[in-house]
């Protein structure tokens, strides 16, 4: 094995196709084994400058290097050279991946039911075998159903817990709209208006008690916003007859509703 020159993503990127032939062509044993491990040993720096990315996250920078080192013998195992796709291009998502599952597996912080963090290993590893085989494009629901052996129900809500390892901040600005605005903004408040019904509820088998004329008094001023004066012309009884009846029926409801929730 040896070491590419010139531009290259990863200078220190080793030239192993033909290691990998032999490794695909070789029966399980000792010899396999040895060139597996010899694959692996060239190829962990680069792992190890991946994990690097992740440093400053909350977890110390070991961890994430052996998390890194697994992912690379994942991809080592799983790596198919017939595919005609450099290992390169399979194995920096799938150690990637395997570093971002370690976070979401450890330091989610939001509890996930273990049914939902099955569902999202399933369906990550489902896409990070079909990234071989369907080029350029995203697995469709469909197809990592087909390939995890799953409900396209279940797919979906893998696919959400993918996106579910961090929460999002109530101050956080939503993104898409003129102008912007808090997620906060969003969320909704005590409604007055309950306590109204409550109210009105309250009062209802009160007011069907009283006389007609109390009843159309209170409906005029408290439901047609109908003053005083306008009301005692529509009666034909004076202003301050209408003032005594208001606050007498008030002042018996009131009392009345007290007295139910004592």
């Not at 990070?128 to 995203?138: D, F, I, N």
């Amino acid at each position: 094995m040896r070491t590419r020159t010139g531009t290259h993503p990863h200078d220190d990127a080793p030239d192993t196709a033909d290691a990998f032939r032999r490794l695909a062509a070789l029966e399980p044993g000792p010899e396999r084994d040895a060139l597996r491990a010899e694959i692996t040993e060239v190829w962990l720096p680069m792992a190890e400058r991946l994990a690097g990315r992740f440093r400053n996250r909350g977890e110390s920078y070991d961890d994430l290097r052996q998390v890194a080192a697994l992912g690379l013998v994942k991809a080592v195992d799983r790596y198919d050279p017939e595919l005609g796709n450099a290992f390169e291009s399979y194995a920096v998502p799938t150690i990637t991946g395997e570093i971002k599952r370690h976070f979401r597996d450890h330091m989610w912080t939001l509890h996930v039911p273990r049914r939902v963090q099955d569902l999202r290993n399933r369906v990550r590893a489902a896409v990070q075998e079909l990234s071989q085989t369907v080029s350029g494009e995203r697995p469709t629901v469909e197809q990592i159903a087909e390939r995890a052996q799953l409900s396209e129900e279940d797919v979906k809500a893998g696919l959400e817990a993918l996106e579910s390892f961090t929460a999002l901040s109530l101050d956080a600005e939503m993104t898409g709209t003129e102008g912007g605005y808090a997620l906060t903004d969003t969320l909704g408040s005590p409604d007055a208006a309950l306590d109204t019904v409550v109210d009105r509820e309250a009062v209802r088998p009160r007011l069907a008690a009283l006389p007609e004329r109390e009843r159309a008094i209170l409906y005029m001023r408290f439901f047609g916003d109908m003053t005083q004066s306008r009301i005692a012309e529509e009666l034909g009884i004076s202003q301050m007859h209408v003032s005594r009846l208001i606050s007498r029926c008030c002042g018996r409801m009131r009392s009345e509703i007290l007295a139910d929730a004592e």
